[in-house]
C-alpha cells in the first residue's frame, strides 16, 4: 500500500528514466532542421566527424544526440521513414544496454538503428540478433540501406555461407546474423588451427531482437557441435519393437489418515508424469523389458546401455508427438521448435533421444553424435563488453533478465494510444465444444469482413482447425511448421478484408500485419510474373495502394484484426505475443481465448477447481463460462509453468558456469598456442609442472632424501621423457626437493636442446603447435563426454542426502584437472619419443603400402578369399624398373 502511494507521488522507476530521457529526446528534435539542411554528402561527412571526435576524446554518450538526428534524417531520405519521439527513447535504452519493451508495430527494426549506427563508430563492430535468416536477411537488406548511406559496412550471417564470406560479414561495421548462427560461429572458431581462420571479432556490442525468445525461450536448450560416435544403430530399432508391447499405467495417490502420508502405488508397466515429462519404467515393466529382451537383470553394469536405450525409447514413444514436438519430412525427423513452431533444421535431440524418435518413425537411423563443442546462449551472449534487447513481452520476465544476464527492462510507451479490446477467456468442457464455438466466431466474422487470425500451439491442432473451416467452406491460410517458407509474406497480408489465417503459434513473428493488406509485397508477387518485374512494379505498386486503402476503411469500418486463441500456451508472454499481432500503431483490433478443460494448461495444472465449478453450476454442453475464479485459475497454472521453466532454464545455467570457467581455460590456452607467441613457454611450464607433480609423489616432504623412492622416480621419469635420468648415487642430507627439482629441469632442457638440433628450431615449435592443439582437442571431446555420463546421473545424489549441484562441481573439477593431466602426459611423452622419419624410410613405407594395396586388389579385398590371378600385361624382370612409379628396380621394391 505504502509502495503503491510512493508511485502516485513520484511515479515508478520506469517513468523516471523515461522523464530523465526527455530532455535529450528534445536535444535531437532541436537538430532536425540542421540535419535536413545539410546535402547527401554533407550528411554522409557526419559519420567521419564524429569519429575523429570519438579519437580526440569524446565518448559515445556525447555524441548521441547528433548521432540520432543524423540517423533519423537518413531514414528519411533513404526509407521514407521518420523515427518516432517514443523511438528515439527506445534507441536510448538500447545504447544504455537495457532491453527495450515496446509493443508490436511499433517499429523496433528502425529503432535498432539507432544506437547501432552510434556504437559501430568505436570501429570494434555490432551484432543486431533475430531469431532467423529471413528477417537477417531482411533487415540488412532494408535497415543497412541506411548504414550504407552514411558510409558505415553491412554484412549478413545466414545458413550456408562460407567461412571468408563470414569472416568479412564480421568485419562490417554492423552485421546481422541470427543467434544460433553467431554461437556457432564462435565454437567452430575455437576448433580451427590457424588463427586467420577464425571469423568472429572480439564482442563488443550486440542487440537481440525478439530478446525473450532468443535468451528465455531457448536458452533451455544448449547449442552443441558434434561428431558421430561408433555406436551402432541396431540397439535402437531391436529396443523400439518392444516398447510398444508395454502398457501404460498410473500413479495412484493414498493417504495414510492415521500417519498422514501419501501412499504412490504404481499401476501397469511405465508411468507418464506430464508435468514433469517424464516416463519411468514400474517393477512389472523392468521385468517385462528383461523378458522380452532375453536379459537376466536389467540394471547390471554390462546392460547400462540397453537401460539407458530403453529410457530414450520410452521417452519417444511416451512423450513425443508426431506433428507436434516434430514432422517427418523427406524421411527425416525434424525438430518443431515449441516456441514458434518452426522447423529447426539440422537441429537434433542429444543423447539417442533423437535416434529413438527415427526408429520409432521407421525412418534411417542417423548416427549417435558425441559432443564436440557446447555452449549455452545465456553465456555465450554474457561474453559481450554490452547486451541488449528489443520485444513486445519482457516486463513478464524482467526478474529472470535481471538475475541471469543483469539485463535492466524498460517499457517504451506506444507512439500511439492501445484501443484493442483484449476479451476475457470463455472456458468449455470438452475440446470439440470450443473448437465447434470457435468455427462459429470465425464465420460470423468472415461474414462481416473482419480478418481473424487463429492461434495454435501445435500442427496437429491447426490442421484440425483447418479440416473444420473447409466443410464450412470459409476461405483460409494454413501457416505452420510444415508451411513456414514464405511465412513472413504470408502473415503480412492476415490484415485484409475477411481474411481468416491459422497460425502455429507465433510464426511470422517480426513482420507486420498491416491492415488491409501490404500493397507493396501484392505488387511485388504481381510484378514477378511480367517480362521485366522492375518495370511493371511500379504499375502494380499504384494498382493495389489503392486496394488496400480501400480495403483497410472496410476493415476498420469491421473493428480491426481479431485475434482468436484456440489454447493458452505455458506461458503468458506467449499468449500476449499473439494478442500483440493486433492494434498496432492506435488501430482497433479485438482478442479472446478459447479453452477447455481438455487442454494441456489445464488438465495438467489447474482442471479440477475448474470442473468442481462447471459440475455445481450445472453448465450444460456447449454453454461456456467466464468466472474471475477460472482465470485466476489459469493464471496460476501459467505462473506455475513459468516458474518451473525458470527452474529449468537456471538449473542449466549453474551447470554451464562450472563449464564455462573450463571452456575458456581450453579456448583461451587454444589461442594462445595458435599465436605461437608463447608456445615454447607452454611447453617448458608443462615441463615444470610434470617434474614438480614426480618429486612431490615420489619424494614426500618432512623425510630424509635416503628415504625418497628414488626407483620409482627414475622409472617412471623415463616412461614421461623417454631418456634415463642421472640421479644422485648417494644422496646428500642437505639435497632439497627445490634442488632436485632445478637438477631434474637442467637435464630435460638438455635433452630438448638436442631435439633442437635435430629437428632444427622452426620445425620443432611448428610439432610442439600441433602436438598441443591435437592433444587439447582430443582430451577436451573426451572429457566433454565425461561430463555429460557426469551431468545425467548427477541428480540420484539428492536421494543419498548430498547436494548434486555441490557435487557434480567438485567432481567436474576433478575431472578437468584429470584431463589437463592427460594433456601434459601426451604432450611430454609424444614430444620426447617423435622421431624424424629419413627420405629413404619414408620411400620404404610408402612402396610397402603400394605393395599391400596391389597384393589386397588382386586377392579381391581383405575379407574375399584369394582368386587365382591371370596375368594380362608382360611379366616384369627382376632388374626392370619398378611398375608403381617409384623409380626402383623392381626386387627392390614391389618384388622383394
Not at 560479414?169 to 588451427?193: H, P, Q, S, V, W
Amino acid at each position: 500500500m505504502i509502495g503503491s502511494l510512493v508511485r502516485k507521488v513520484v511515479g515508478s522507476k520506469n517513468d523516471r528514466e523515461l522523464k530523465r530521457l526527455q530532455p535529450i529526446v528534445a536535444r535531437i528534435n532541436s537538430l532536425e532542421e540542421t540535419m535536413a539542411a545539410l546535402d547527401d554528402a554533407g550528411l554522409r561527412g557526419k559519420t567521419v566527424e564524429f569519429r575523429a571526435r570519438l579519437a580526440a576524446g569524446e565518448t559515445l554518450d556525447d555524441l548521441l544526440p547528433e548521432a540520432f538526428a543524423v540517423v533519423r534524417e537518413a531514414g528519411k531520405r533513404v526509407l521514407g521513414m521518420r523515427h518516432f519521439d517514443v523511438q528515439l527513447i527506445g534507441g536510448m535504452v538500447l545504447h544504455s544496454g537495457k532491453i527495450a519493451e515496446m509493443k508490436t508495430g511499433e517499429g523496433k527494426t528502425l529503432v535498432a538503428t539507432l544506437p547501432s549506427y552510434l556504437n559501430a563508430l568505436a570501429g570494434k563492430g555490432v551484432h543486431v540478433v533475430t531469431v532467423n535468416d529471413y528477417l537477417a536477411k531482411r533487415d540488412s537488406d532494408w535497415m543497412g540501406q541506411i548504414h550504407r548511406f552514411l558510409g558505415l559496412t553491412v554484412g549478413c550471417i545466414v545458413h550456408g555461407l562460407t567461412d571468408a564470406q563470414r569472416k568479412a560479414a564480421y568485419g562490417c561495421d554492423i552485421t546481422y546474423g541470427t543467434n544460433n548462427e553467431f554461437g556457432f560461429d564462435y565454437l567452430r572458431d575455437n576448433m580451427k588451427f590457424d588463427l586467420a581462420d577464425y571469423v568472429q571479432r572480439d564482442f563488443f556490442f550486440s542487440i537481440v531482437d525478439e530478446v525473450d525468445s532468443i535468451l528465455i525461450d531457448e536458452a533451455r536448450t544448449p547449442l552443441i557441435i558434434s561428431g558421430p560416435s561408433e555406436a551402432s544403430s541396431e540397439l535402437y530399432y531391436t529396443v523400439n519393437r518392444i516398447i510398444p508391447m508395454l502398457k501404460k499405467g498410473e500413479i495412484i495417490e493414498n493417504r495414510d489418515g492415521k500417519l498422514g502420508q501419501t501412499q504412490k502405488t504404481y499401476t501397469g508397466d511405465f508411468t507418464v508424469d506430464e508435468k514433469a515429462k517424464t516416463a519411468t519404467l514400474t517393477e512389472e515393466g523392468v521385468s517385462r523389458v528383461e523378458k522380452l529382451l532375453g536379459i537376466e537383470n536389467l540394471y547390471e553394469p554390462r546392460n547400462i546401455e540397453t537401460l539407458h536405450h530403453v529410457n530414450q525409447a520410452l521417452k519417444a514413444h511416451a512423450l513425443f508427438k508426431r506433428d507436434v514436438d516434430y514432422v517427418v519430412k523427406d524421411g527425416e525427423v525434424m525438430i518443431v521448435d515449441e516456441f514458434t513452431g518452426r522447423l529447426m533444421p539440422g537441429r537434433r535431440w542429444s543423447d539417442g533421444l533423437h535416434q529413438a524418435v527415427e526408429a520409432k518413425e521407421g525412418v534411417k537411423i542417423e548416427s549417435e553424435n558425441q559432443t564436440l563443442a557446447t555452449i549455452t546462449f545465456q553465456n555465450y551472449f554474457r561474453m559481450y563488453e554490452k547486451l541488449s534487447g528489443m520485444t513486445g513481452t519482457a516486463d513478464t520476465e524482467a526478474a529472470e533478465f535481471s538475475e541471469i544476464y543483469k539485463l535492466e527492462v524498460m517499457v517504451i510507451p506506444t507512439n500511439r494510444p492501445m484501443v484493442r479490446i483484449d476479451q476475457s477467456d470463455v472456458i468449455y468442457k470438452t475440446e470439440r465444444e470450443k473448437f465447434k464455438a470457435a468455427i462459429e466466431d470465425i464465420v460470423e466474422r468472415h461474414a462481416k469482413g473482419q480478418p481473424t487470425l487463429v492461434g495454435t500451439i501445435s500442427i496437429e491442432k491447426s490442421e484440425e482447425l483447418s479440416e473444420m473451416l473447409k466443410k464450412r467452406g470459409i476461405p483460409h491460410t494454413v501457416l505452420n511448421a510444415k508451411h513456414h517458407e514464405k511465412e513472413a509474406e504470408i502473415v503480412a497480408q492476415a490484415g485484409r478484408k475477411g481474411a481468416v489465417m491459422i497460425a502455429t503459434n507465433m510464426a511470422g513473428r517480426g513482420t507486420d500485419i498491416v491492415l488491409g493488406g501490404n500493397p507493396e509485397m501484392l505488387a511485388r508477387r504481381e510484378a514477378a510474373t511480367a517480362e521485366d518485374p522492375e518495370a511493371a512494379f511500379p504499375a502494380a505498386l499504384e494498382k493495389f495502394r489503392a486496394q488496400c486503402a480501400a480495403e483497410k476503411a472496410a476493415v476498420l469500418e469491421a473493428g480491426g484484426l481479431y485475434i482468436l486463441g484456440t489454447e493458452r500456451h505455458e506461458s503468458r508472454r506467449i499468449d500476449n505475443q499473439l494478442r500483440g499481432r493486433s492494434g498496432r500503431q492506435g488501430d482497433p483490433g479485438e482478442s479472446r481465448f478459447y479453452l477447455s478443460l481438455e487442454d494441456d494448461l489445464l488438465r495438467i495444472f489447474g482442471s479440477h477447481r475448474v470442473a468442481f465449478v462447471m459440475e455445481k453450476l450445472r453448465i450444460p454442453e456447449g454453454e461456456p463460462i467466464e468466472h474471475g475464479m477460472i482465470s485466476k485459475a489459469i493464471e496460476n497454472a501459467q505462473k506455475k509453468v513459468e516458474g518451473h521453466n525458470f527452474e529449468i532454464r537456471k538449473h542449466l545455467i549453474e551447470y554451464d558456469d562450472v563449464m564455462n570457467k573450463q571452456r575458456e581455460v581450453i579456448y583461451t590456452q587454444r589461442r594462445e598456442v595458435l599465436a605461437g607467441e608463447s608456445v615454447r613457454e607452454t611447453v617448458t611450464g608443462i615441463i615444470s609442472e610434470a617434474i614438480e607433480d614426480m618429486v612431490a609423489t615420489f619424494c614426500p616432504e618432512k623425510t630424509l632424501p635416503a628415504d625418497w623412492n628414488w626407483d620409482a622416480l627414475a622409472e617412471d621419469f623415463h616412461g614421461q621423457f623417454s631418456f634415463p635420468v642421472t640421479l644422485p648415487a648417494e644422496p646428500d642430507r642437505s639435497l632439497t626437493r627445490e634442488d632436485l627439482e632445478a637438477d631434474l629441469r637442467s637435464q630435460v632442457e638438455r635433452r630438448f636442446a638436442e631435439r633442437e638440433e635435430e629437428f632444427t628450431t622452426p620445425v620443432l615449435e611448428h610439432l610442439m603447435k600441433v602436438l598441443l592443439l591435437q592433444t587439447i582437442d582430443l582430451q577436451w571431446k573426451d572429457h566433454l563426454l565425461s561430463i555429460d555420463h557426469l551431468k545425467e546421473g548427477i541428480g540420484l545424489r539428492g536421494y543419498g542426502q548430498r547436494d548434486p549441484k555441490g557435487e557434480y562441481k567438485r567432481e567436474a573439477y576433478e575431472l578437468f584437472m584429470a584431463m589437463m593431466g592427460r594433456i601434459r602426459f601426451e604432450v611430454i611423452n609424444k614430444l620426447f619419443r617423435i622421431q624424424l622419419a629419413r627420405e629413404d624410410d619414408v620411400e620404404r613405407m610408402e612402396a610397402e603400402q603400394r605393395k599391400r594395396r596391389v597384393v589386397l586388389n588382386r586377392a579381391g579385398g581383405d575379407d574375399q578369399p584369394a582368386k587365382p590371378v591371370t596375368r594380362e600385361e608382360e611379366k616384369v624382370g627382376r632388374n626392370d624398373p619398378c611398375p608403381c612409379g617409384s623409380g626402383k628396380k623392381y626386387k627392390k621394391c614391389c618384388g622383394q
